[in-house]
T-cell receptor
Framework: KQEVTQIPAALSVPEGENLVLNCSFT??????LQWFRQDPGKGLTSLLL?????REQTSGRLNASLDKSSGRSTLYIAASQPGDSATYLC??????????FGKGTRLSVIA | NAGVTQTPKFQVLKTGQSMTLQCAQD?????MSWYRQDPGMGLRLIHY???????DQGEVPNGYNVSRSTTEDFPLRLLSAAPSQTSVYFC???????????FGNGTRLTVT
């Protein structure tokens, strides 16, 4: 059974800093891994999806990597802005199964 | 393009009452699912469906029923509400297991 962990639970950085959010998973037979953003009181918004055959995906200032052998994914945010403040969740599945979510990292970018 | 629409946004129930949380999507997605989100527990899967007429249980299915009579709709029924079901409920859909998951804005349920 896939289990997903995100550490730290919360992170505070000054504006302009580059930062990395971490995600680890237990089953290396991963089908895909997805990163989401959740603003307070809102639903989740899909940011990036990495297929099992891919090593990374990029969208604007966001870059997500996948290392199946170590069971890790990272979300890199370049030149952080206050508008990036939100909770970031990663989720993974194994084969044709539903996504299993981590508990998220709450990011605060201080102006 | 509305995406995933959940109703109601807020609901207060008394213990023992029943209700249905509605979820509809207009993207012709085959896969739909219900999650609950609780502080410290993260998102947990309740039920999911891979197409009309097909449903399956997730991690925390007890106390909830679902049906999938159409591709668009996936209602979640609370049979006899309990305070432990106080939570925020999210419906999500995707074209397949290997496609981005789209979420609704959630239903905040309080059971007193």
């Amino acid at each position: 059974k896939q289990e997903v962990t995100q550490i730290p639970a919360a992170l505070s950085v000054p504006e302009g800093e580059n930062l990395v959010l971490n995600c680890s998973f237990t089953d290396s037979a991963i089908y895909n891994l997805q990163w989401f953003r959740q603003d307070p009181g809102k639903g989740l918004t899909s940011l990036l999806l990495i297929q099992s055959s891919q090593r990374e995906q990029t969208s604007g200032r966001l870059n997500a990597s996948l290392d199946k052998s170590s069971g890790r994914s990272t979300l890199y945010i370049a030149a952080s802005q206050p508008g990036d403040s939100a909770t970031y969740l990663c989720a993974a599945n194994s084969g044709n199964t539903p996504l299993v979510f981590g508990k998220g990292t709450r990011l605060s970018v201080i102006a | 393009n509305a995406g995933v629409t959940q109703t109601p946004k807020f609901q207060v129930l008394k213990t023992g009452q029943s209700m249905t949380l509605q979820c509809a999507q207009d993207m012709n997605h085959e896969y739909m699912s219900w999650y609950r989100q609780d502080p410290g527990m993260g998102l947990r899967l309740i039920h999911y469906s891979v197409g009309a007429g097909i449903t399956d249980q997730g991690e925390v299915p007890n106390g909830y029923n679902v049906s999938r009579s159409t591709t668009e709709d996936f209602p979640l029924r609370l049979l006899s509400a309990a305070p432990s079901q106080t939570s925020v409920y999210f419906c999500a859909s995707s074209a397949s297991y290997n496609s981005p998951l789209h979420f609704g804005n959630g239903t905040r349920l309080t059971v007193t």
